[in-house]
């Protein structure tokens, strides 16, 4: 297939320039890890670059459509489930890219002003580590679900993968959006996200562990904010619109006190 | 009936539209299902307001025999309210997601409609008579006095004004934890399922407070969900048989004579994917939105966002039949991704004779493919072809190079109107195309 990779790159300047759009349907094309390959042989590759635009503005979209709700109507759970795992093919995508054949500034202009935000706040919480690449790094590891939210927390001097190594000074300053997927925002989001209302039959186990369905909506936001400790990674601004249903018990049992 | 398009067989014409002509659309008054009864005489619409509009066939004059009958109202009713759910701090929409027509076993009609929650079984019933001459009561519905009555007197029917009564019979509900996306009442006429995004429920129509748990997808551990129940099926003549398509493109066929529980399938049908056409959207556009018996039995439908699909039930790993519907969204799915219409669900039906499926596209087109001749054709529901026996033209839209004449660019597409519910009526060339809040009706003019 790679064999071929130059006449698909051609294809994709064309529709590149036609259309302005990121072309990377056509790069989405060849399965994973070919590109790190055609990423070898060609440098950055324009075709390649744009389908990491696409990527990223796919994964911006994905993040916003999560995000973005109307409050005290239940979600399209079928809508959740393909986002999501629209999500974990972007994310599994990112891993066997390794982060190493992109620079931050292809990232960066194709990142959706909503998914900057998102950026944001990670750029609060966390120190110069670069998880990606040090997630990269651990391929023994990447078996494992990436979306275990028992992920250990990366550290900075994690070995890196080779092919990283080149771009990770780049890629820690520049706190890159894939650095903050692949760490921070799969876990977190779903961390705070909450099925516990979903569930009739089975709260009290629904709500003990980290959930990953945002199908509920708390119309409580603000008063969550206030009195709920952010005792979470990172308070982004999915956390200050979900809940789970103890803590709904927790506010109804203060505001009947006071 | 073969007979897609064009050809020598027939043409398409326009037969009526339902609807308010007003560009501004309420969001209520948006079609949300179509279909015919059973025997064609009664078209049912339920929109997104909660009502359910009844149609009926008027037959045909003797004079002009080349005419064929109008529908006309016939009888419209709430079916369903918008509900607060108190415990999850949620509404429920009034939305009609599914109409479902049993078939006719006396003088009444009878239907099964259903919003996201609660399913309701209406009987449709004709007055034409009323009793007159009672003296047991007052003029005002009091009961008189036994000692003043002196005589017995026998009521006599008197004609009156034709008078279509909707009741509730039976109301379903609090089974269902998410949405109902599907209803499908069995072959043996007694029973019905009811899925919704993790489960599938099978009732007696007779009883409502009880149902049994058929299907159940929902993993203990709700992170671990990776796909949801989209569609599901009776088998139109086996009892025991019912399918449901998933949102990872599968479909699972169950024989409920195998455990009461079926949650392992029978047969699971899937078509490998095309490497080559990977992309990032490539789960969310195979994920099926439709899934259909033909009226055979041998064969199943399915809808994906750019496809139709037919299986034959014999064969799982791959359709015997694969129609394109709109294969020029291929290269702009990013944008229908960000627009959201990538999440639109997309009907499909087929003919009376199984020879013809059709289904909906965007820009008020849908699609109509011949399984004979594998001809199809792409048409329009548009007010301005809309002229009494208006042969409808066909559409297509250009794809990559010079756009000819008569031809529209796929930028020029309209992506808000878009036609998700499709009927056909069982017998005759008639189809009912809803288009956001117009009904449109087509038949075929023999040439």
Redesign the interface.
């Known amino acids: 297939m790679l064999g071929r990779g130059v006449k698909r790159k051609w294809s994709c300047l064309e ?1 590149l320039e036609a259309e302005g ?2 072309a ?2 056509v790069e ?4 994973n890890g070919e590109e790190d390959e055609g990423g070898l042989l060609a440098g950055v590759p324009p075709c390649h670059a744009s389908h990491l635009q ?2 990223q ?2 994964l911006g ?1 994905c993040l916003e ?1 999560l995000q973005r709700y109307q409050a ?3 979600l ?4 959740s ?2 986002l999501i ?2 999500l ?3 994310h599994e ?1 990112m891993r066997s890219d390794g982060a190493g054949t992109c620079t931050p500034a292809v990232l960066l202009s194709g990142v959706d002003p909503d998914s900057r935000l998102l950026r944001d706040d990670f750029r609060e919480d966390t120190s110069l580590t670069c998880p990606g690449c040090a997630e990269g790094g651990g391929d023994g590891l990447s078996v494992s679900p990436p ?1 275990s ?1 028992e992920f250990p927390p990366q550290e900075e001097n994690t070995p890196l993968d080779q092919k990283s190594s080149p771009t990770i000074s780049a890629f820690s300053d520049a706190v890159n959006p894939m650095g903050y997927l692949s760490d921070l925002a799969l876990d977190d989001i ?1 961390e705070d996200i909450d ?1 516990s ?5 089975d709260l009290s ?2 709500s003990g ?5 945002p199908v ?4 409580w936001a603000d008063e969550d904010v206030k009195i709920r400790p952010l005792n979470h990674g990172s308070p982004g601004s999915l956390q200050s619109c979900l809940m789970d249903l103890n803590e709904l018990d927790h506010i109804m049992e203060i505001l009947v006190k006071s | 009936m073969a007979g897609v398009a064009g050809g020598n067989d027939f043409q398409w014409c326009f037969s009526q539209v339902k609807g308010a002509i007003d560009e501004d659309v309420a969001e209520a008054d948006i079609i949300s299902t179509v279909e015919f009864n059973y025997s064609g005489e009664l078209l049912a619409t339920g929109d997104k307001g909660g009502r359910v509009v009844i149609f009926q066939h008027e037959q045909e004059s003797k004079n002009r025999p080349h005419l064929r009958g109008e529908y006309n109202v016939y009888s419209t009713f709430q079916s369903h309210e918008p509900e607060f759910d108190y415990l999850k701090s949620l509404e429920i929409e009034e939305k009609i997601n599914k109409i479902r027509w049993l078939p006719q076993q006396n003088a009444a009609h009878f239907l099964l409609s259903t919003n996201d929650k609660t399913i309701k079984l209406w009987k449709i019933s004709e007055r034409d008579k009323r009793a007159e001459g009672y003296n047991l009561k007052d003029e005002d519905g009091r009961l008189r006095d036994p000692f003043r009555i002196t005589s017995l007197r026998v009521p006599v029917l008197m004609p009156m004004d034709l008078m279509v009564e909707a009741s509730p019979r039976r109301i379903f509900a609090n089974a269902h934890t998410y949405h109902i996306n599907s209803i499908s009442v069995n072959s043996d006429h007694e029973t019905y399922l009811s899925a919704d995004d993790l489960r599938i429920n099978l009732w007696h129509l007779e009883i409502t407070d009880r149902s049994f748990n058929i299907v159940d997808i929902k993993p203990a551990n709700m992170e671990e969900l990776t796909e949801v129940i989209t569609a599901a099926e009776c088998h139109p003549h086996q009892c025991n048989v019912f399918v449901y398509s998933s949102s990872k493109g599968t479909i699972r066929l169950c024989d409920m004579r195998a455990a009461a529980l079926c949650d392992r399938h029978s047969k699971f049908f899937e078509e490998p994917e095309d490497p080559s056409s990977r992309s990032f959207f490539s789960e969310i556009i195979s994920s099926i939105s439709d899934v259909k018996f033909s009226h055979s039995g041998r064969y199943m439908m399915t809808r994906d966002y750019l496809s139709v699909k037919v299986w034959d039930l014999n064969m799982e790993n791959r359709p015997v039949e694969t129609y394109q519907v709109h294969e020029y969204l291929r290269s702009k799915l990013c944008s229908l991704y960000e627009n959201d219409c990538i999440f639109d669900k997309f009907e499909c039906c087929w003919n009376g004779s199984d020879s013809a499926i059709m289904t909906g596209s965007y820009n008020n087109f849908f699609r109509m493919f011949d399984r004979n001749t594998r001809r199809d054709i792409t048409l329009e529901a548009s007010r301005e072809s809309s002229k009494p026996r208006a042969t409808l033209k066909p559409r297509k839209v250009s794809t990559g190079g010079k756009r000819k004449k008569d031809e529209i660019s796929v930028d020029s597409l309209d992506f808000n109107k878009k036609i998700l519910h499709t009927a056909w009526h069982p017998k005759d060339n008639v189809i009912a195309v809803a288009a956001t809040n117009n009904l449109y009706i087509f038949q075929d003019k023999i040439n």
């Open positions: 529709e759009v990121p990377a349907l989405a094309k060849q399965p696409q990527r503005k796919v979209l459509k005290g109507v239940e399209s759970l079928r809508r489930v393909l795992n629209t974990r093919q972007i995508d979306l939210p779903f099925t209302m979903y569930e009739t039959s186990s629904a562990s980290s959930l990953l369905w509920s909506v708390s119309l």
